[in-house]
């Protein structure tokens, strides 16, 4: 493996390295930015981020059973659908993250493929989602770190929700602090997780595969008796959805990579590529792997159960560490990545308190202020939290959302001309038609994730007491609405009194978009444009 920060064919790793940075720093200037965030992250820490954020492991335990009892075996083929729309989607950020390595990825594309008040809300969504998200990947560590405990001896019930608040409420803190003290600390920590995760799961799975093979491949085209529908096939999706997202997660971090114009788009399209080989292998695996398929079905079983019905009680603890392990890096890098988003808009002053947001501390070299606002806002959904699966599917729709915006931006830019100048990733005359392609499954899912149904976006009165809003007439709205329009009623409000008061005159960059932040719109004024 290259040394981090090397170039090929260099020498020396270290002048590589120096050179390197200072040539980064000079183009980020252009930009109109100072070197502040320290770079640290060479292609394979790129990468793993990108991979830790997807985290086939975390996905796949939190949803498995989703997608097992609404489709049977026959679920598994949602994922080659959606890692073929996803990985089109990861084609066209790749090229976007070429030509504007910067923190914040779809805000900052936004900002300059589109206009003031689209770039805005895009982020302002994107911020939420990335939140959203934080929160769903920490309530999902106890439901397996839980497991491991009790069959360690700990007196501990993984089925109760205040537990499983506790564990939660606890890991946020940890990644916090974690975040605080040092990317390179996280960086290392999600390099070595990513690896034992890639070796955990493909273990499992070979082993699975050789020693506990109860079912046939056929088992992939086996519903369990369920009748196959298109409607059921979307509504089997959302494992897939859920796993298959957070590739531009390199682009975020390209402010603390070395050579991000080059770095950040490979890392892209490896990850999207390695959680489909590594998670499709492992799902094959699992449906093998299930002794008696209606049982499975009939009771909901996910990874965890299948296991203990193959493993000794050794084994399956060791299994369930190995996922808990995964599902912490996941929740490490989630966290960086919302951090640099919100990092990233409040340093042009586009979120409230954007001076104390946009501080990096002189010796952590980290955004301290955003750590703690990510914090504290994906802490306000454990007030109501009603179990793993309806935080997941919300995070995931937003997020889709996001996504979505931004290929329209990058669409209408490529319908003006853009890009007029060359990158070191391109898709040249291909650009249009992907674009095309992301934006159409896009919307698909878009629609898929927006279905009033009881099971992907219930109303909360359907959620048998375990979710209450407090208002009767919110209970009775299904929840993605209801979290949607809560955040757009806040951002609408908040543009109109403060945000489009800001001075921000238009001042295209040298290739295209719409605007640059001029010193007077900065939050602080000892970081001037270049």
Same mark, same amino acid.
């Given at each position: 493996m290259e040394p981090e920060g090397a170039t090929p064919g260099a020498?020396?790793?270290r002048t590589d390295s120096s050179a390197t940075a200072h040539a980064d720093a000079k183009d980020l200037e252009t930009f109109g930015y100072k070197q502040e965030l320290h770079r640290t992250l060479g292609l394979f820490s790129s990468f793993a981020a990108a991979f830790s954020y997807i985290s086939p492991s975390t996905g796949i335990f939190t949803l498995f059973a989703f997608g097992l009892v609404t489709l049977g075996g026959v679920f598994?083929?949602?994922?080659?659908?959606?890692?073929?729309?996803?990985?089109?989607?990861?084609?066209?950020?790749?090229?976007?993250?070429?030509?504007?390595?910067?923190?914040?990825?779809?805000?900052?594309?936004?900002?300059?493929?589109?206009?003031?008040?689209?770039?805005?809300?895009?982020?302002?969504?994107?911020?939420?989602?990335?939140?959203?998200?934080?929160?769903?990947?920490?309530?999902?560590?106890?439901?397996?770190?839980?497991?491991?405990?009790?069959?360690?001896?700990?007196?501990?019930?993984?089925?109760?929700?205040?537990?499983?608040?506790?564990?939660?409420?606890i890991t946020l803190v940890v990644i916090t602090v974690l975040n605080i003290f040092s990317l390179r600390l996280v960086?290392?920590?999600?390099?070595?997780?990513?690896?034992?995760?890639?070796?955990?799961?493909?273990?499992?799975?070979?082993?699975?595969?050789?020693v506990h093979r109860h079912q046939n491949i056929s088992v992939v085209t086996n519903s369990g008796g369920i009748h196959v529908t298109l409607p059921a096939f979307f509504a089997a999706m959302f494992?897939?959805?859920?796993?298959?997202?957070?590739?531009?997660?390199?682009?975020?971090?390209?402010?603390?990579?070395?050579?991000?114009?080059?770095?950040?788009?490979?890392?892209v399209l490896m990850s999207v590529s390695g959680a489909f080989i590594i998670g499709g292998i492992f799902l094959v695996a699992l449906l093998m792997a299930?002794?008696?398929?209606?049982?499975?079905?009939?009771?909901?079983?996910?990874?965890?159960?299948?296991?203990?019905?193959?493993?000794?009680?050794?084994?399956?603890?060791?299994?369930?560490?190995?996922?808990?392990?995964a599902i912490l890096v996941c929740c490490l890098c989630i966290m960086a990545a919302t951090v640099r988003l919100c990092f990233g808009m409040a340093r042009d002053n586009r979120l409230p308190a954007s001076r104390t947001l946009a501080k990096?501390? @002189?010796? $952590?070299?980290?955004?301290?202020?955003?750590? *703690? +606002?990510? %914090?504290?806002? &994906?802490? !306000? @959904?454990? $007030?109501?939290?009603?179990?793993?699966?309806? *935080? +997941?599917? %919300?995070?995931? &729709?937003? !997020?889709?959302?996001?996504?979505?915006?931004?290929?329209?931006?990058i669409l209408w830019a490529r319908s003006h001309g853009w890009p007029k100048v060359?990158?070191?990733?391109?898709?040249?005359?291909?650009?249009?038609?992907?674009?095309?392609?992301?934006?159409?499954?896009?919307?698909?899912?878009?629609?898929?994730f927006a279905w009033p149904r009881a099971f992907s976006n219930p109303e909360p009165s359907q959620t048998a007491g375990a979710l209450s809003l407090g208002i009767h007439f919110l209970n009775n709205i299904p929840i993605l609405y209801t979290v949607l329009g809560a955040i757009l009623i806040?951002?609408?409000?908040?543009?109109?009194?403060?945000?489009?008061?800001?001075?921000?005159?238009?001042?295209?960059?040298?290739?295209?978009?719409?605007?640059?932040?001029?010193?007077?719109?900065?939050?602080?004024?000892?970081?001037?444009?270049?």
């Open positions: 020498v020396s790793g598994i083929w949602s994922w080659p659908v959606v890692a073929i729309g996803q990985f089109i989607i990861a084609l066209n950020f790749a090229e976007v993250s070429s030509h504007y390595p910067v923190a914040g990825s779809v805000f900052q594309w936004t900002k300059y493929l589109a206009g003031r008040p689209y770039a805005w809300f895009t982020g302002w969504i994107y911020i939420f989602a990335g939140i959203l998200t934080v929160t769903a990947v920490v309530v999902t560590l106890p439901l397996t770190i839980l497991p491991a405990l009790y069959n360690m001896g700990w007196h501990v019930d993984a089925g109760a929700l205040h537990d499983q608040i506790w564990v939660a409420a960086s290392l920590i999600n390099n070595t997780g990513v690896f034992f995760e890639i070796v955990g799961m493909v273990i499992f799975a070979i082993i699975m595969l050789i494992m897939s959805l859920f796993v298959i997202y957070g590739f531009d997660t390199a682009s975020t971090l390209a402010e603390e990579t070395h050579d991000p114009r080059r770095r950040a788009p490979q890392a299930i002794p008696n398929l209606h049982t499975a079905i009939k009771d909901g079983w996910g990874p965890a159960q299948i296991i203990d019905a193959n493993f000794d009680t050794f084994w399956a603890t060791v299994y369930l560490l190995v996922v808990s392990a990096v501390h @002189p010796t $952590l070299r980290t955004p301290i202020g955003s750590c *703690v +606002a990510v %914090a504290v806002l &994906a802490a !306000i @959904p454990l $007030l109501k939290y009603a179990g793993a699966g309806i *935080v +997941a599917i %919300a995070a995931t &729709a937003l !997020i889709y959302l996001s996504y979505f915006l931004g290929n329209l931006a060359e990158s070191p990733f391109k898709l040249g005359k291909w650009g249009m038609v992907v674009n095309i392609l992301g934006l159409l499954y896009g919307a698909a899912m878009l629609i898929n806040v951002g609408v409000i908040y543009y109109f009194v403060s945000e489009v008061k800001k001075p921000l005159p238009v001042i295209p960059p040298a290739e295209t978009g719409s605007f640059t932040i001029p010193p007077e719109s900065l939050p602080y004024r000892d970081v001037e444009p270049g």
